[in-house]
Nanobody
Framework: QVQLVESGGGLVQPGGSLRLSCAAS????????LAWYRQAPGKQREMVATMTSAGRANYADFVKGRFTISRENAKNTVYLQMNSLKFEDTAAYYC?????????????WGQGTQVTVSS
C-alpha cells in the first residue's frame, strides 16, 4: 500500500509564497501521473497542476504563471511551489498519484494540507 504524506501548508499573506511537499512511501516502481488538487469550503475539488511520467506539466488557468509542480525522484517527493498567493487560493491542497499495476491503475491521495491566505 502506498501512502502520501503532505506538508508545507500554513498561513501566508497575499503576495507571499509557500512550497507544498508530498512524500510517497511504499513500493512504487513507476508512476503514470501525479497531480495537485485543492478544495475550498462549499466548492468542488479542482485540479491545480498535473505532471506525466515524462515530466510534462499542465496547469489550471487560475494558477498559470504563479504555481509550479515538480518532482524529486531520489526522495520520492512531489512539490508545488506557490508564488503570488491570493485570497482565493485558500483551500485544502491534496496530492495525487496514479500507479500502474498489471492490467489496471491504482490511485492514491495525500491527507491534505491547509493553505490560508489572509492579510
Amino acid at each position: 500500500q502506498v501512502q502520501l504524506v503532505e506538508s508545507g501548508g500554513g498561513l501566508v499573506q497575499p503576495g507571499g509564497s509557500l512550497r507544498l511537499s508530498c512524500a510517497a512511501s511504499g513500493t512504487i516502481f513507476s508512476i503514470t501521473a501525479l497531480a495537485w488538487y485543492r478544495q475550498a469550503p462549499g466548492k468542488q475539488r479542482e485540479m491545480v497542476a498535473t505532471m506525466t511520467s515524462a515530466g510534462r506539466a499542465n496547469y489550471a488557468d487560475f494558477v498559470k504563471g504563479r504555481f509550479t509542480i515538480s518532482r524529486e525522484n531520489a526522495k520520492n517527493t512531489v512539490y508545488l511551489q506557490m508564488n503570488s498567493l491570493k485570497f482565493e487560493d485558500t483551500a485544502a491542497y491534496y496530492c495525487n498519484i496514479i500507479v500502474p499495476r498489471p492490467g489496471t491503475l491504482d490511485e492514491y491521495w495525500g491527507q491534505g494540507t491547509q493553505v490560508t491566505v489572509s492579510s
